[in-house]
């Protein structure tokens, strides 16, 4: 270092380290290090020094700790109503109150609060994150004390012991109810009381421990009805029970009653009549119509209808009200007899009796039976050997004719009075039957053919799996017991025609459906039953159709005359093959193969919205039956041409996996009968399925028939 340097120095330092003030050392002077010495320790800072940085490191802490404890809090803003006399905040963090807002850290606090005729206050106060946040809390007073009483509104001095009470919805017991607790504030009061009207009402409840008393009324729940009536003195019947004589009043409690007034020889007055709570009502004068006379009216033979004027009553025996004091022209009639007339006249209350003998209209039927010893029984009642003719009245008769050795012959004849009748009859001999039985193919008396069938074991329905199901399709096992016979071809125009000579088929579009060749159509159930019985009572075979009222109903048991196919032996018919069961008259696969049947076809595109745009059976409307190939069985047209009806009413069969069904025959009540197969109109995967089940109770274009008939007992 040069001495220019060293002149630059603040000064010169002893050896102890002090620095010479104001001297500088002198030109040439030579500076010489010496080795250091630690500082004596006796000569440190003194105690107060080190104890006041002490107390400045603590406040600064505190002030920063203050500083992040304002910049980390959160104001939260605390609403207590009515405002309490004390608050104070526990738990947590400190909370100083800073004016209206607190400064409280997040965390969980607890909140309490006091006023004088209030319950304490003492809520947990949960601070979130949000940085302003406001709590609201309501102080309860206590409660008050409050007594009860209930009385008669009608009379203010009639207390009404055991009035329930609720307060605010709570049953709290029954009137006259004293010094209860009661919350403070506007509450809801409910009180009830057997004859009284409910009554709701609010009472204000001061609380604070102060007792209050409130005394409230009840209305009535009544009503006076005064009753009068011409006569006086009726028996007065409310809701059925006896209740005083007029003229009468009644207390009624709201709502409709019954009454009836009753007097001797007066028809009995019956009305309603609707009360109101507290309304006063009154009735009448009600004047009493006098009462009828009785006729007991009887007729031999019974049955009898019988008229009133122009009024249908009944029939005989049978007892008739008639105005009193007044001539009535009574008209009896009844099928077979002359109609009858009298004239009658019955006093007021009074009964009597008239039995009228009916005269019988009788017709002549004359008998032409083979063998001629048979025996007639008519109406189950034996007449002996038959005669040459009988006069029987011109009713209904179930006629018999029967011999050892031969089959009976049933049928119905009515007389008609003035136009004889005849009977001809020849019975058939049991071997004679019994080979006819037999026989493979059989014909009835127009000519008509039906194959033999044998029974046996299927399953009528399809699975819920197959496509165009219907839900009436229900799965049912079969056991066809006893053998039948089967029609092969739809009974058509011409064989019908025999029957009924003036029917017509009609047409469709431009297209007639009447020809002879054609298969019958447009016609009913009844129509195509009793086409059946026409052909029973040819061959003397018990017809298997009866009239019951104004409907005609399967015989019972069901016998071997002539008669619709039951569907459970159409659908076995239709679907027999000699390997399995069909789907489609054609086989199981659609579309139906060529020439398999008369659907509805190209044929059909302007007469039908619906057709099988891919096949022609060259016919668009009804084919003659027989045009086209017959089924494994040898039956034409099952499922196609026309459909047909069926022996059974209608109905849809519940599942039952275990249940068999033998030889049914349909159920007993209906109001349609079953149709089964497709005709010329049908097209779809639906219609055209075998187990399609239909209904009809009317006529159609596409709706015929074939007949059936048992081929022996089972």
Not at 39 to 61: K, N, Q, T, Y
Not at 358 to 371: A, C, D, N, S, Y
């Amino acid at each position: 270092m040069s001495g220019k340097d060293l002149t630059k120095t603040d000064g010169i330092r002893d050896q102890g380290g002090e620095r010479i003030q104001g001297t500088s050392p002198p030109p040439g002077m030579e500076i010489t290090p010496i080795s250091f010495r630690m500082p004596d320790p006796e000569r440190r800072s003194p105690p107060w020094g080190r104890l006041l940085g002490l107390v400045l490191l603590i406040f600064f802490c505190v002030l920063a700790g203050a500083v992040w404890f304002v910049f980390t809090a959160k104001q939260v803003v605390i609403r207590i109503e009515p405002e309490p006399e004390g608050v104070s905040v526990s738990g947590g963090w400190f909370a100083p109150r800073m004016g209206s807002y607190y400064l409280m850290r997040p965390g969980e606090y607890t909140l309490e609060a006091s006023k004088a005729c209030y319950q304490p206050l003492r809520e947990p106060l949960q601070i979130t994150e949000e940085q302003n946040q406001t709590r609201s809390f309501k102080m309860e007073k206590f409660p008050g004390r409050l007594s009860i009483q209930v009385q008669d509104a009608d009379n203010p001095g009639i207390l009404i012991q055991g009035a329930s009470v609720s307060i605010d919805a709570q049953d709290v017991g029954a009137a006259p109810l004293k010094a209860i607790a009661a919350k403070a504030g506007s509450r809801r009061i409910h009180i009830t009381a057997k004859n009284y009207q409910d009554l709701q009402t609010l009472v204000e409840i001061e609380g604070c421990g102060v007792e209050q008393s409130v005394t409230l009324a009840l209305a009535p729940g009544w009503s006076d009805v005064e009753i009068r009536s011409i006569p006086k003195k009726a028996q007065v019947f409310v809701n059925g029970k006896p209740s005083g004589h007029t003229p009468r009043t009644l207390k009624l409690f709201p709502g409709s009653h019954r009454l009836e007034i009753r007097a001797h020889l007066y028809k009995t007055w019956r009305g309603q009549v609707m009360v109101k709570a507290n309304q006063k009502q009154t009735l009448g004068p009600i004047r009493l119509k006098p009462a009828d006379g009785r006729l007991l009216l009887g007729t031999n033979p019974p049955g009898a209808n019988v008229t009133v004027g122009k009024a249908y009553i009944g029939r005989t025996p049978l007892e008739v009200f008639l105005q009193p004091d007044t001539p009535h022209d009574i008209k009896i009639s009844k099928a077979g007899y002359e109609k009858a007339v009298r004239e009658v006249m019955v006093s007021s209350g009074k009964k009597k009796e008239l039995r009228v003998a009916l005269v019988p209209v009788k017709g002549r039927i004359h008998f032409k039976v083979e063998p001629p010893d048979a025996e007639l029984v008519i109406n189950g009642k034996p007449w002996g050997r038959v005669p040459d003719e009988l006069h029987l009245v011109a009713v209904p008769h179930k006629v018999v004719i029967q011999k050892d050795g031969y089959r009976p012959y049933q049928t119905t004849i009515t007389p008609k009075p003035g136009f004889p009748q005849e009977l001809k009859v020849t019975l058939k001999g049991k071997a004679e039957v019994r080979k006819t039985e037999g026989s493979p193919v059989i014909k009835t008396a127009n000519g008509y053919s039906l194959k033999r069938v044998q029974p046996g074991t299927f399953v009528m329905g399809a699975s819920r799996r197959e496509q165009g199901r219907r839900s009436n399709e229900t799965l049912r096992k079969v056991i066809l017991q006893r053998p039948f016979y089967m029609g092969i071809k739809e009974v058509t125009n011409r064989e019908f025609r025999e029957y009924q000579a003036k029917h017509g088929s009609g047409s469709a579009g431009r297209y007639s459906l009447n020809r002879e060749e054609l298969p019958v159509v447009r016609v009913t159930w009844e129509q195509a039953a009793l086409f059946c019985n026409w052909l029973s009572e040819k061959e003397s075979l018990p017809p298997a159709y009866i009239k019951q009222g104004d409907r005609l109903v399967a015989a019972e048991p069901l016998g071997t005359g002539y008669r619709l196919p039951t569907e459970a032996e159409w659908e076995y018919c239709a679907r027999f093959n000699s390997r399995a069961f069909l789907k489609y008259p054609w086989g199981n696969t659609f579309p139906p193969t060529a020439k398999s049947g008369n659907y509805a076809d190209i044929s059909d595109k302007d007469l039908l919205p619906n057709y099988l745009s891919n096949y022609n059976d060259g016919n668009p409307v009804t084919a003659p039956p027989g045009s086209f190939a017959p089924n494994g069985l040898g039956l034409y047209d099952l499922g196609g041409n026309v459909a047909e009806w069926c022996h059974d009413l209608y109905s849809i069969y519940p599942y039952s996996a275990g249940k068999t069904y033998r030889d049914p025959t349909g159920p007993e009540q209906g109001k349609h009968h079953v149709v089964k197969g497709a005709g010329w109109k049908d097209s779809s995967i639906s219609e055209l399925r075998l187990s399609y089940r239909d209904y009809s109770s009317g006529n159609r274009s596409d709706l015929g028939f074939r007949i059936c008939r048992y081929g022996g007992a089972p």
